[in-house]
């Protein structure tokens, strides 16, 4: 018999990435006092990205013994398993996983670099899910100059990080992700709480002065805005993990880390004082997945309150935690003075255009497409935006009806409601119902008709009107040529090809299909190839009508393309003027926007 280690946690993962060339992570898995038949998983999907992604088909070679005999295992389906193992005596299984992964959701591993998700690598013991769990990290053979970075607690730790990290449950195990490699890290604290941030893959010319800087500014920001009394926030500590890439972009938040993307031309530069769309965009990212920490990763649906990582958690407030966050991640960046008015309102112009040019949001509510995360967001085709609406973007819109609303009535804002439903639901679990008593408590009326409207019913969101309260109008400017036609398309070598024909537009009348190629076009008597769309005005002139000459399944189709104006509008079809938001008496939005200021 082989005796328990009183060193080693319930649970222990030994991770060995020395395999770099093979991409392969060697796992070995030891369970101190393992069940008779012990089952174990491997979880179909990582919280905070909702699809089944099927992890454990990168899962391959597993064995298992015990007191050095073989013990058999037996595949119950297709993520999980049980060994014919005796009770109490230490269980041991070895197991590879294959890590081509380049997103913030799984896992990555070649020469240069390795990451991991434990939903990824760690199969979970059931029946000891709260014991305490360890996870040990070797350093790659060969890898002198590599370092690790985790939001895990260390146990035993060397210089560079690798050694034994401790988790209080599989659930804090799988909520801290893993970074290997030559990377750089700086560090800063906001709060008195110290933040790491982690580049792996930048350039050279990275400004990374001005990066910590204004990450720092917005941690500030957010930990005010969430305790402004001054008491500490949630975590301990926070990591950044930045994984920066030619082309890229994405995040994913968990409990005291993030794991990002960004491309590398967004990354602020030595020398260049002015600041990029892209770094906007990437500073937005930062403060989208850190106010996450506490609305979504405590502040969290009911259904959430303990994941089942077997099958798919449904809930329809997605709207209100990653619409809510959506709305607050640029409004903290013009708080924290990192961009001026001006900018947020192009960036909140952006959010109403996205969702009055999709015919999707008079199908769908905003509740039923978070319900539908599962099936539509995350798996998105030629009908999307034709058939649902973004919960990011359109919740975000709520959120701000919602705020305006408020601040219009004058007894709160939604900075106060927020506040509120984290002392009342006690940084955990929540409700539609929460939400729905906190803002009678603050305000004295009920509030169920507004959020029946904007949430559970496609009606148009009253966005000029509450706009108007705080001295901004909305004026009309003309959309880009594809919306005006009903079109999204995508550009390259010159090609264009058709993603998808928006209902009711212009592109459908004249039967579009997507996945045409749009080779050409026929006006006056003549015909002209186009490689880029606004060709068409160049070859048909302002109203670009025509016949149009298009590529389906190898055939020739002409299709007659009815004439379109620069102010052509169609509710129907999404295929409306863009806006744009002109803030015309500023001191009526001083309350909400703040003074002008100019940014850092």
């Known amino acids: 018999m082989t005796p328990s280690r009183p060193d080693l946690a319930a649970v222990h993962y030994r991770i060995d990435p020395s395999a770099r060339h093979q991409h392969l992570y060697q796992v070995e898995l030891t369970i101190q006092a393992p069940s008779a038949g012990q089952e174990l998983s491997l979880p179909v999907w990582i919280p905070g990205s909702y699809l089944v992604r099927e992890f454990s088909k990168n899962l391959q070679a597993l064995s298992a013994s015990q007191a050095g005999a073989p013990v058999t295992l037996e595949q119950l389906d297709k993520c999980s398993w049980r060994a014919a193992c005796a009770a109490g005596q230490p269980l041991q299984l070895r197991y590879q996983v294959a890590a081509y992964d380049t997103s913030v959701r799984s896992a990555w591993l070649d020469a240069g670099r390795g990451f991991f998700n434990g939903t990824s690598l760690c199969l979970r013991v059931h029946g000891q899910e709260?014991?305490?769990h360890e996870l040990q990290v070797l350093c790659p053979q060969g890898a002198q100059d590599w370092r690790l970075a985790t939001g895990l607690p260390a146990l035993e730790a060397d210089a560079a990080g690798f050694g034994r990290y401790q988790a209080g449950s599989y659930d804090e195990l799988v909520d801290c992700p893993v970074e290997l490699g030559p990377f750089w890290s700086g560090e800063f604290s906001a709060a008195g709480v110290p933040h790491r941030l982690v580049l792996a893959g930048a350039a050279p010319s990275v400004d990374t002065d001005r990066l910590l800087r204004d990450s720092q500014r917005i941690c500030q920001a957010a930990i005010q805005f969430w305790h402004p009394e001054g008491a500490p926030p949630p975590h301990a500590s926070y990591v950044f993990l930045l994984n920066v890439v030619h082309e890229g972009y994405g995040g994913l938040e968990h409990r005291n880390s993030t794991a990002l993307i960004c491309s590398r031309r967004d990354l602020p530069r030595q020398g260049v004082a002015a600041a990029s769309e892209g770094y906007a965009t990437l500073l937005g990212l930062i403060s989208h997945e850190y106010f996450h920490t506490w609305n979504v990763k405590r502040l969290r649906p009911a259904s959430f309150a303990r994941y089942d990582y077997a099958c798919e958690n449904y809930t329809e407030l997605l709207w209100f935690f990653e619409g809510f966050t959506s709305y607050y991640d640029d409004l903290l960046l013009l708080r924290a003075g990192l961009i001026d008015q001006a900018a947020y309102l192009r960036l909140l112009a952006k959010s109403i255009n996205l969702v009055q040019q999709t015919p999707g949001r008079q199908v769908q509510t905003v509740a039923q497409a978070s319900l539908d995360a599962w099936i539509k967001y995350y798996r998105q085709d030629e009908n999307t935006p034709n058939a649902t609406v973004s919960y990011y973007t359109k919740g975000s819109l709520v959120?701000?009806?919602?705020?305006?609303?408020?601040?219009q009535q004058g007894r709160a804002t939604l900075d106060d409601v927020m506040r509120a439903l984290w002392q009342r639901c006690q940084g955990g679990p929540m409700a539609e119902a929460d939400l729905l008593q906190v803002l009678q408590a603050l305000t004295g009326r009920p509030w169920e008709q507004e959020l029946q409207a904007w949430v559970h019913s496609?009606?148009?969101?009253?966005?000029?009107?509450?706009?108007?309260?705080?001295?901004?109008?909305?004026?009309?400017?003309?959309?880009?040529?594809?919306?005006?036609?009903?079109?999204?398309v995508s550009e390259s070598g010159g090609s264009i090809h058709v993603k998808a024909v928006l209902r009711g537009g212009l592109a459908e009348a004249a039967g579009f299909m997507a996945g045409d190629e749009w080779l050409g076009i026929e006006a006056d008597g003549q015909a002209w190839r186009l490689r880029q769309l606004d060709e068409l005005l160049l070859y048909a002139g302002p109203s670009a009508a025509g016949t149009a000459l298009v590529a389906r399944d190898q055939r020739l189709l002409r299709l007659p393309l009815a004439a379109s104006s620069a102010s052509s509008a169609s509710?129907?079809?999404?295929?409306?003027?863009?806006?744009?938001?002109?803030?015309?008496?500023?001191?009526?939005?001083?309350?909400?926007l703040g003074q002008p200021v100019a940014p850092v």
């Not at 496609?458 to 509450?466: D, I």
Request: proline share 5%.
């Open 571 to 592: 509710s129907a079809s999404g295929a409306q003027d863009n806006i744009r938001l002109e803030l015309s008496q500023p001191a009526l939005a001083a309350g909400w």
């Open 458 to 488: 496609t009606r148009e969101l009253p966005l000029a009107e509450l706009l108007g309260t705080q001295g901004i109008t909305l004026a009309q400017e003309a959309a880009p040529l594809a919306q005006r036609l009903g079109l999204r």
């Open 399 to 407: 959120a701000l009806c919602l705020d305006l609303a408020l601040r």
């Open 130 to 132: 709260d014991a305490r």
